[in-house]
């Protein structure tokens, strides 16, 4: 499949790219840290959480708190990462060479996602093997850990994907990194306005919202519509990112 050729390209691009390494060191150094002041925060309440009925445990107050921290994160350099997907090759006069390729829209949209997906998955594991890392010494909940790493990778695969769409529309990489990151902030913050007295619209806000489908999962709560809400986002975002480049192709 040339989708996958296009993936293995994209993702050697990355690993040979400073600022692919510096976003990974950045990330896991802020989460490292985050993840010992929440263990450290543990440990002096640990004492009193042991004399109470149905007291939360490390899993809630360590591993949880720090999936939490990891997603605002990622919000912020994911786009980073998307930003020169398209627009790099706009900028060097180098999309005329991919479309005349013999390779689909949906082939390069597709390669190009899955490349940039194998590393914010490399990424995210090596975010679980913190919380991970707890089971040395304390028995954590594996069923909650899981529903928080799964609503983590939809997650950063959502932001994936709306990152490619934007890079789709520039030339220029820095453009398209601020446009992702307002449309993902949008996103985030969609039904923070007191939608409850505004009816059925303030529904349809509230189900746009990623933070409110992301939060059931943070809890351990497995609810297949949060997992759909985040495919068909994906899938929204790729579809448009095959619109716009079907779009340009013409025009060459």
């Known amino acids: 499949m040339m989708a ?3 993936a293995g390209r994209e993702l050697r691009s ?12 950045v990330v896991q150094l802020l989460l490292a840290y985050m993840f010992l002041s929440q263990m450290d925060v543990f ?6 959480l042991a004399g109470l009925e149905g007291a939360p ?7 949880m708190p720090v999936l939490a921290n990891a997603a605002i994160v990622l919000l912020l350099v994911v786009p980073l990462l998307t930003m020169r997907l398209i627009s790099e090759e706009r900028r060097g006069q180098t999309i005329a060479l991919l ?6 829209m949906s082939e390069i949209v597709l390669g190009k996602f899955l490349g940039v997906m194998a590393f914010l998955a490399l990424m995210v594991a090596m975010i679980a093997l913190m919380p991970l890392s707890l089971r040395l010494g304390a028995e954590i909940d594996f ?4 529903a928080g790493l799964l ?31 307002g449309a993902l902030l949008l996103f985030w913050v969609i039904d923070w306005s007191g939608n409850a007295n505004l009816g059925e619209a303030g529904g349809v806000l509230g189900y746009l919202s ?5 939060e059931p999962l943070l809890k351990g709560v497995f609810d297949s519509s949060d997992v759909i809400y985040y495919l068909l986002f994906v899938v929204l975002f790729l579809g448009l990112s095959i619109r716009r480049l079907n779009a340009d192709r013409l025009q060459h």
Do not use: D, N
Not at 14 to 25: D, E, R, T, Y
Not at 43 to 48: A, S, T, Y
Not at 99 to 104: H, I, T
Not at 153 to 181: K, R
């Open 4 to 6: 996958l050729v296009v």
């Open 14 to 25: 990355l690993f040979l790219s400073p600022l692919a390494w510096s976003i990974l060191a």
């Open 43 to 48: 440990m002096q309440l640990q004492g009193r």
């Open 57 to 63: 445990g490390v899993t809630q107050m360590v591993a």
């Open 99 to 104: 479309f005349s390729a013999p390779l689909s």
């Open 143 to 146: 069923g909650m850990l899981a």
């Open 151 to 181: 609503g983590l990778f939809l997650l950063v695969a959502s932001f994936a994907a709306l990152g490619l769409y934007m890079s789709t529309l520039t030339a220029q990489p820095a453009v398209a990194a601020v446009a992702s990151f």
């Open 210 to 214: 990623m933070l409110r489908h992301f």
